[in-house]
Structures are given as structure tokens and as C-alpha cells.
């Protein structure tokens, strides 16, 4: 979707314009991946991306979004509404500032010689496709900032598995973890297989006031992650905690008790969906009966698999869980009888049962 309403044809505009001119934001889905980021961004709502793309929330910098998913601007290389020639303006310096999106992780292109392994558009000077990993060479030391979305993006996730062919990498490996844009910003990681939606918007959001001068430094964690989204973890929000602490665990899938004993993987993993919900509030993984696979976490998924079986420790810590949580339901359980019950003094007769002492 291009919000402003410069074409890709006009001039680049002269250094005095520049203040006036739009935040571009160039999504880049080229590397190895889904789309699947693009596709939950279209689900969020605090905030929409409509509100952002539309500059409907206060204080936001007017922007323009290049982005393949929705953009009307999908006409052929050189002919009229050319959506690549946004990312041509970029790396020509003709278009600031922008913040660049990154979805799909970067395969190792020098283990290709006779070929390549992913690409986005046409190399003008040679006709060529143009690889997503010379798109990042060209672009990232140009951009304000540099935003991974998804886990494929962020750490290399189910494209970087043991035994992939590609040498799969997220963006962070293939800069460095090290790197700052020239506006002196960390690589910006939103984890996710797919990102959440609503911390994927938060997050371009929170980016957007950065560059208009208007946030501190983006808090972020020692994986790049931003602090505030995935400082906790899963079963610190999740619905079936009070289960797990009570050491009822679920055997099989129709119940509402604890999943770490079919595979949940949720102690140890940091992400916040199932506090915040998945759409709108609603959903959440383990939530909604499904196990956490730990899609968030950089050593995902080879350092988490197989699926479904119980995560290591979990037998220690749900036997210990076991022990002391048929205590607490014993001694809950007494309370419980005695709340559920009405109070003894609140029936009919002649005498106060309620304690209160009279004074006349
Ligand atoms: S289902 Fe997972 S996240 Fe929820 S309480 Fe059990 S172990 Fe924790
Ligand atoms: S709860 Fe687990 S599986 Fe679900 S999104 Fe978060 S990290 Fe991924």
C-alpha cells in the first residue's frame, strides 16, 4: 500500500524537501519464508495497519508503505506503478529516511555459485535477478533502521534446520549482531512462526515515533527482541498456570488442565501471546489447547524438537509441581468448601449471631 501520493517517477527530492517527505517503510519478503508475517499483520489491531499506513494515530510521521501484500503498485519492471523501483530509489540514496522490513531468512549465497538460492526483482545493470542477500548488502547501510519480522528473519527458524541446504541464516547472523544503522539503531527483531500480529504493529509503531524524534532508543534484549513484548514468558501469562502449580497436567488434549506433560514447552520461553491473545484478545496458544513450541526463541526449532514430548526438566519440575500441588488442593480444597458456603450467623431467630457486641 503507497499512502503518499508521490509516484515512483518524480525526482528525488532536494535535501531541503527532505524534512517534509514521507517515513518509507520497504517490506522486503524475498528471503526464505512464508509470508506468514505479512499475513498475521493484517490481523492486528493495537494498532491496525490501516491506522498506521493512514497516519490515523496522533502524532505520527506521514509514511508510505511499499509493501507486496496489499500494494496497488505492482506494475512490470520499467513500466507504470513499478512497486520495485522503490527499493532502486533507496539504494540510488533518493529516498529518506526508510526503515526496511526484512521477512524470510537469508540463505548463504556463496554456497551457490551456479545459481542462487532466493531474489527480489531485477539487477537493472545486468538484468539479472537481484538476491535478496545484495538487497540487504545495498540497502541496510542506507536505512534508519533495519526490521526482522518472524522467526525465519530474525534467527534463520525452520529454513535454518539442521541439514538444510541453503545455509539459512536471520538477518542478525548475516549483518552481525553488533550492527547499527547509520542512525545508530540495533537490528530490531520481532520473533514469531508467525509474528503476532499486534506486537508486530506495536513494534513498526514504536519505530516510527523513533524516527520522528518523538521515543527513546528502542528497549531491546540480549536477542534483539523488544523488552516489553517478550520480557516474560509463556506460562508466566498463561490461562493454565494455576494447573501446573496445583500439579494437574492434561493427558490428553480435551482439557483444560496444564500441556506441559504433552510437549508444552511454555516455562522457559519468552512471548506474550498468551497474555495478550492472538487476535483482538482472543486465542493464545496453550490458551486454546495448543502446546508452546517455542517458535519465538532463537534455538527454535531444532533445540526444541521432537515436538510433543516432554521438555527436558519438565519431569523434575512437574513430579516436585506434583507433590507440593496436591497439598495446596488438599488445603484448597477445605478452603474452597468454606467459600462456597454462606456465613452461620445469616439465618432467621431471636438472637445477633453476627458477633457484634450491643452497647444499649
Ligand atoms: S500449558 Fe504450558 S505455559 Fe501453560 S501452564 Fe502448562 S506448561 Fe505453563
Ligand atoms: S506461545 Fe509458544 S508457540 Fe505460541 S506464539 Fe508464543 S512462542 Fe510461539
Redesign the pocket.
Known amino acids: 500500500m503507497t499512502t503518499a501520493t508521490e509516484s515512483a517517477s518524480q525526482p528525488a527530492p532536494a535535501p531541503e524537501e527532505a524534512s517534509a517527505q514521507p517515513v518509507h517503510i520497504l517490506w522486503m519478503n524475498g528471503g526464505l519464508g512464508c509470508d506468514g508475517d505479512s499475513v498475521a499483520l493484517t490481523a492486528a489491531t493495537q494498532p491496525s495497519i490501516e491506522e498506521i499506513a493512514l497516519g490515523a494515530l496522533p502524532g505520527l510521521p506521514k509514511i508510505a508503505v511499499h509493501w507486496p501484500l496489499i500494494d496497488y503498485e505492482c506494475g512490470p519492471e520499467q513500466g507504470a506503478d513499478t512497486f520495485i523501483e522503490w527499493w532502486h530509489k533507496a539504494d540510488r540514496g533518493e529516498l529518506e529516511p526508510f526503515v526496511l522490513v526484512v521477512e524470510g531468512s537469508i540463505p548463504n549465497e556463496a554456497i551457490k555459485p551456479e545459481g542462487y538460492w532466493c531474489g527480489f526483482g531485477n539487477n537493472p545493470e545486468t538484468g539479472q535477478p537481484m538476491t535478496t542477500s545484495e538487497w540487504l548488502d545495498r540497502l541496510a547501510p542506507k536505512a534508519t533502521c533495519v526490521l526482522a519480522v518472524g522467526t525465519c528473519a530474525t534467527y534463520g527458524g525452520i529454513h535454518a534446520m539442521s541439514g538444510n541446504p541453503t545455509g539459512a541464516m536471520g538477518v542478525p547472523d548475516y549483518l552481525g549482531w553488533d550492527w547499527r544503522s547509520k542512525a545508530g539503531l540495533p537490528i530490531v527483531c520481532v520473533p514469531g512462526c508467525p509474528t503476532h500480529p499486534d506486537n508486530l504493529a506495536e513494534t513498526i509503531l514504536y519505530l516510527l515515533y523513533q524516527v520522528a524524534g518523538q521515543a527513546p532508543m528502542i528497549p531491546l534484549d540480549e536477542a534483539l527482541r523488544p523488552t516489553w513484548l517478550f520480557g516474560n514468558t ?2 508466566e501469562g ?4 494455576g ?2 502449580e496445583q500439579g494437574e497436567f492434561a493427558r490428553e488434549y480435551d482439557s483444560p488442565k ?3 506433560k504433552l510437549g ?1 514447552w ?2 522457559v520461553v519468552k512471548c506474550n501471546v ?1 497474555k495478550r491473545g492472538w487476535i483482538n484478545g482472543v486465542g493464545g496458544c ?1 490458551n486454546v489447547g495448543g ?2 513450541i517455542a517458535c519465538t526463541m532463537p534455538g527454535f526449532p531444532d533445540k526444541f524438537m521432537p515436538f510433543m514430548d516432554e521438555p527436558p526438566g519438565a519431569r523434575v519440575s512437574t513430579t516436585a509441581s506434583g507433590l507440593y500441588g496436591s497439598v495446596i488442593r488438599t488445603l484448597r480444597g477445605f478452603t474452597a468448601k468454606t467459600a462456597d458456603a454462606e456465613p452461620k450467623w445469616r439465618r432467621k431467630g431471636p438472637e445477633l449471631l453476627t458477633g457484634y457486641h450491643k452497647t444499649w
Do not use: S
Open positions: 509463556v506460562h498463561c490461562d493454565r498456570a494447573y501446573y496444564c500441556l506441559v508444552c511454555g516455562p498468551p496453550p502446546i508452546c
